[in-house]
């Protein structure tokens, strides 16, 4: 056995290790499956052995299941790929539930061997599964551990048991936030949710599960489930209580998800059923409600962009081939909101920051900011005192260029201004280290005209955050017309220490993401400028699946910031800016000092508190609704179509160098329809013939900012779709 190894100790308690060769967390393969089967079966046919404690050599016990295997169960089984995903799903639950039942007596109760769980570390997924399968379960206390079932937020719900056994452990009421919201939870919070029996100190772990390993009796190791008289707690489906539970968590689901969401659905009504059936049954309600799911285009899109395209991009897929570039020491230009937010990120990933501005009070600010969030951490023991002054000793805020002098980075963070960047860029290039590398942080101004100020354009590149970098995951990096792969590398490896994911693009107006979010708050605007109902506007974005409508979005951002952008790019583009309704609104709104959420006032009223209430009333009465109002379907189409025809012209023209990017960037920069697996995938999901036809209704009834994109109308004519052109299977089999 290579992936779970065996051993027996004197007091013949065997032990089952997970240690997965060449990773530094396990995952579940198919051969260990095999294994992990195989190693149960040995212990339980062995009379010498007393009982089980299944654990791992690693500091964590499992990060879940390589989702390649639910991809091969499909592929595996040909023209029946339900039947193949739910037998190899019902083997799992074959597995498991012999961790539960193995040698007992159906009758009695007993014979059964006692099988404890040994938890070093994080636990996810399938991790957790295997550990809810057990008879008792150990978790050291770990400060970095994380407990919980995160599959929804891959587009999946836990279908190895998980759902079956938290349900009948807890009851529908507590299990939801575990499974409907994927939330992960450190070990003493884990046990108060009544998912792990025992928090131990790391060193006694393993001892104290075998400990109870050779006391246990066979009252301890039957199931809640398996027991005479067992009742659902909070009551099942048909019992006042439970009824009420479901009304409950129907609204709840609805109203998160406004019904985009397929596996959210599919979970609920999974429990639903399996309140009212026994245990077993209740495996196979699961297991058939699982296949659903992976059978919907939508779960293998969300995989594959969240996980697998995520991954790949944060190990590097499109890195260049030079030398390591770890950044050791990186310099901020700017103290303000952004610049403070990077210096945090910098420093907590143990990067020395040297944090720059005009005036000391300022870079002392900006350190602050530092400050507050590790106190926040502090207030809900996620930070320690030790790490909070590690973390500040770190962030050297000062005026002085001078302390610029052995950086291997800058990152620019200064006001969005050209003139004011090129004398920055002059000023920190003559205070840096010739090899170092300039990044200027901006989200539209075009990196190859801000590049014209530094000395060395090869080592200049843009790096655009998103606000509040803290929360914001996707890290947008521009390479400008003389970028050197240096530059991007270093870049790429900058992002990737400070646990961001980056996406490429080379340089055009707002790059890719601005590039895609304005056209969607435009068209919000613009069909308020048409008399459509604002409500219907952010209604049908939320059905979307978008975490924000259009309006909302604007008064997030703020309207003086979409107000400036729109009078940049018409100097920028003259007579061939597409002046628009959008303009009209959001100058009057602007003009009128409604600025967003900041200004209390904007598309959305605001209590003084600064909380959103409802929309405006003002915009009815300046922009009457039209008397016949477009179908919701129309509406959608508008507000995903100015969306997506901007990531496929962003293709096109070679913005965009990789489709992953564009997906996994849309997801994590702006929120696109995250059930969708991103534009690419939707289009996919779509059919580029179906694509095309909303394309030409569109243009014809809209105007030809929806023209149809010559790459999509191809793809249509030859049956093809994005991923089967441009994926990473397709352009390794074009090498």
């Known amino acids: 056995m290579t992936i779970f190894h065996y051993d027996v100790d004197a007091d013949g308690i065997a032990t089952l290790t997970w240690d997965l060769p060449g990773k530094s967390m396990n995952v579940m393969t198919l051969e260990g499956l095999a294994e992990l089967n195989d190693g149960l079966d040995k212990a339980f046919a062995d009379e010498a052995v007393k009982g089980v404690v299944i654990t791992s050599a690693k500091k964590d016990f499992a990060g879940g299941m390589d989702l390649n295997i639910l991809a091969k169960m499909r592929d595996d089984a040909g023209d029946e790929p339900a039947k193949g995903l739910f037998e190899g799903t019902m083997r799992m639950h074959h597995l498991l539930r012999k961790i539960e039942r193995n040698n007992m007596d159906k009758k009695t109760k007993k014979g059964g061997k006692p099988v404890a769980w040994a938890c070093p570390g994080t636990a996810a997924g399938i991790g957790l599964e295997i550990g809810l399968a057990t008879h008792r379960r150990f978790v050291a206390d770990n400060p970095k551990a994380k407990i919980g079932l995160p599959e929804i937020m891959v587009g999946i719900f836990p279908g190895a048991g998980g759902t079956a056994r938290l349900v009948h452990m807890l009851g529908v009421m507590a299990a939801s936030p575990l499974l409907l ?94 309140t009212m059936v026994p245990f077993d049954t209740a495996l196979k309600i699961e297991a058939r409600w699982f296949t659903k799911v992976l059978m919907n285009p939508s779960s293998s899109a969300m995989i594959r962009s969240l996980f697998l395209n995520k991954e790949a991009l944060e190990k590097g897929a499109n890195r260049p081939a030079v030398a390591d570039q770890t950044v050791k020491k990186v310099g901020i230009i700017g103290a303000g909101m952004m610049g403070a937010g990077i210096a945090y990120v910098s420093a907590l990933a143990g990067i020395d920051v040297v944090l720059i501005d005009q005036k000391q009070d300022a870079a002392d600010k900006g350190k602050s900011y530092s400050e507050g969030l590790l106190d926040k951490g502090m207030s809900r023991k996620k930070v320690t005192q030790e790490k909070k002054d590690a973390v500040l000793a770190r962030i050297n805020a000062t005026t002085d260029y001078a302390a610029l002098s052995d950086v291997d980075l800058i990152v620019e963070a200064v006001f969005e201004d050209t003139g004011i960047k090129a004398t920055v860029t002059k000023a920190v290039e003559d205070a840096i280290p010739a090899d170092a590398i300039f ?259 569109l243009t014809e009834k809209f105007g030809e900012r929806f023209t149809c994109p010559q790459i999509l109308r191809d793809l249509a004519k030859d049956g093809d779709s994005f991923y089967g052109r441009f994926g990473p299977k397709a352009e390794a089999a074009a090498a």
């Open 439 to 697: 990044a200027t942080n901006t989200s539209t101004l075009p990196i190859t005209e801000l590049a014209t100020a530094s000395a060395r354009p090869e080592q200049f590149i843009g790096i655009h955050f998103f606000s509040p970098v803290d929360k914001m995951l996707l890290v947008e990096i521009i390479k400008g017309e003389k970028t050197g792969d240096v530059a991007v590398a270093k870049a790429l490896d900058f992002v990737r220490q400070i646990k961001k994911t980056p996406i490429v693009v080379n340089d055009a107006r707002f790059f890719y993401a601005n590039r895609c979010i304005i056209p969607y708050v435009n068209e919000g605007a613009r069909m308020v400028s048409e008399g459509v109902e604002p409500a219907l506007i952010e209604g049908a974005a939320k059905q979307l699946g978008m975490p924000l409508g259009p309006l909302q979005l604007t008064d997030e951002t703020s309207i003086d910031l979409g107000y400036n952008i729109m009078k940049a790019t018409k100097a920028a583009m003259g007579d061939a800016y597409p002046q628009s309704g959008a303009d009209d609104v959001i100058t009057s709104l602007y003009e009128a000092g409604r600025l967003g959420r900041k200004a209390n006032a904007g598309f959305y009223e605001y209590d003084e508190k600064g909380k959103r209430q409802m929309l405006w009333t003002g915009l009815r009465d300046q922009w009457p609704n039209a008397d016949e109002q477009p179908d919701l379907t129309t509406v959608q189409h508008r507000l995903a179509m100015a969306q997506v025809l901007e990531a496929v012209r962003a293709l096109e023209e070679d913005v965009l160098l990789d489709i992953r990017e564009g997906d996994v960037g849309a997801i994590l920069g702006w929120g696109f329809m995250p059930w969708s697996g991103g534009p690419f995938s939707w289009l996919d999901i779509l059919g580029a013939e179906k694509a095309v036809a909303i394309c030409d209704d």
């Open 181 to 274: 919201e994927g939330k992960m939870l450190a070990p003493a919070k884990a046990k108060g949710a009544g998912i792990v029996d025992e928090v131990v100190p790391a060193d006694e772990l393993l001892a104290t599960a075998k400990a109870w390993v050779k006391d246990a009796t066979d009252a301890d190791i039957v199931k809640p489930w398996d027991a005479k008289g067992y009742k659902m707690p909070g009551g099942a489906a048909y019992h006042p209580a439970g009824f009420q539970t479901f009304v409950g968590a129907n609204a709840m689901i609805h109203g998160k998800t406004q019904g985009a969401f397929p596996a959210a659905k599919a979970l609920l009504s999974a429990a639903y059923e399996m």
